[in-house]
């Protein structure tokens, strides 16, 4: 009786939150069809909250996925409101960070977040995007954009096929024995432990991750879950919430660059701040509550959704 | 001893504290700055991109510097805890992190 009320009750939450979608994106293609045919001009401050809107937007699909605010930032400041897409990559550097910095607390006092797995596979990730750093100007961004964007498309659907559920493993991968890396975690039946495999195909996939990030500037929280989900075979609420825990600290080391370039535009960044800081805090109460096949649903439409958004770029040159 | 679990708690507050706080010094210059600003039109806002100083956004940027500052917190936190428990593979782990942080932060292209 109580377990089909609190159904209910999650359905007209759920019902809620779908409404509030439906209202943003009304929002969206009417401030769309202003800028485009009537070129009426927005006031700072109208601008500011419906930044304020979308950001929330952002920080809770960021909370959710771990794939941090950019992929609803950077569409909404570059298509919507015409802004530069530099101005847009700083705002969206620090609506990662942000999204990291507002769950990772909550996730960690949870017990989600394995931190030991985190830190290891940042290594690569460190490691990984310094090379690609180096490499950026020996690379075809155009080939590498069509690649990744049908690697999410493949992601997507190797995410929503995995039945974690049915798995069982007698036994982890040395590595992770050697470094400790098994864990527990809060799942919806009580506390339940987890073994790790296959960690050096995780930290290849993670240098390949920092490479990407270091070369596209983006996309480096869609292949952590990936390589903690489909390689270390991780719940699947570990590797969303270890990827959030790591996204912070490797947005921290393009950070001072961004600064000193003057993408980072103090105006244009606050109202995106407060609003990821609000979605992302929002998130993280809700993800205890949510089911994993939901999660990995939004999580695949999302990659899906940047994966479009690259090949558009590809296609039409926004670069 | 120092638990796994209390470490986290403690680096989970840490990390509250310091995002709360930034946020906090963010809304206040984003405050002041709409309060001034907002009821002009919104091309105007490319104009203050950083070369002349404003209070306001002097207060936000304050704000954002110490979001980025409090990643560099954790891990050494991190750093701290895998040594105080004397888990040597771990503390050179977030050493190791830490000091590219660090060098990020300096390093100008």
């Not at chain 1, 490797?250 to 535009?265: E, L, R």
Request: hydrophobic share 55%; with cysteine.
């Amino acid at each position: 009786m109580r377990k089909s009320r609190a159904r209910t009750r999650a359905r007209s939450r759920l019902r809620e939150k779908l409404s509030a979608f439906a209202l943003l994106a009304i929002t969206a293609i009417h401030c769309y069809s202003i800028q485009n045919y009537r070129k009426i001009t927005l006031t700072i401050l109208t601008f500011s909250l419906l930044l304020v809107a979308f950001s929330f937007v952002a920080g809770l699909l960021g909370a959710l996925t771990g794939l941090g605010g950019g992929i609803v930032v950077i569409p909404v400041l570059v298509l919507l409101f015409h802004v530069n897409i530099h101005y847009a990559m700083g705002a969206s550097l620090i609506s990662v960070i942000a999204t990291s910095s507002g769950t990772a607390s909550a996730y960690m006092r949870e017990g989600y977040t394995n931190l030991r797995i985190g830190l290891f596979l940042e290594i690569a990730a460190v490691i990984g995007a310094l090379i690609g750093a180096l490499l950026v100007a020996y690379m075809s961004k155009l080939f590498l954009t069509t690649l990744f964007s049908f690697i999410l498309f493949f992601s997507a659907y190797l995410t929503l096929k995995r039945r974690e559920a049915e798995e069982k493993y007698e036994s982890s991968h040395p590595w992770a024995k050697a470094l400790q890396l098994d864990g527990s975690y809060p799942a919806q039946s009580g506390k339940t432990n987890y073994q790790v495999q296959n960690v050096p195909w995780a930290f290849s996939l993670m240098g390949i991750a920092g490479i990407l990030s270091g070369l596209l500037g983006i996309g480096s929280g869609a292949l952590k879950v990936l390589a903690m989900d489909q390689a270390l075979r991780l719940p699947y609420k570990v590797a969303t919430t270890t990827s959030n825990f790591m996204i912070g600290i490797t947005a921290a080391v393009s950070a001072g660059v961004y600064f000193s370039n003057g993408y980072i535009i103090p105006s244009l960044v606050f109202p995106v701040l407060i609003g990821v800081l609000m979605g992302s805090f929002t998130g993280a109460k809700v993800l205890s509550r949510m089911n994993t096949p939901v999660l990995r649903l939004i999580f695949s439409i999302a990659i899906c959704f940047v994966g479009l958004q690259m090949l558009a770029n590809v296609i039409f040159g926004a670069n | 001893m120092l638990s796994a679990e209390k470490m986290q708690s403690i680096i989970g507050w840490v990390l509250m504290i310091g995002t709360l706080s930034s946020a906090v010094i963010v809304a206040i210059g984003g405050g002041i700055y709409l309060y001034e600003n907002g009821s002009k039109e919104m091309s105007e806002i490319v104009i203050d991109s950083g070369t002349s100083f404003h209070f306001a956004l002097g207060l936000v940027k304050l704000g954002l510097l110490l979001l980025v500052a409090v990643q560099s917190i954790r891990v050494a936190l991190l750093f701290w805890f895998y040594t105080a428990i004397k888990d040597y593979k771990f503390s050179l782990i977030s050493a190791f992190i830490l000091a590219v942080l660090i060098y990020s932060t300096f390093w100008r292209s």
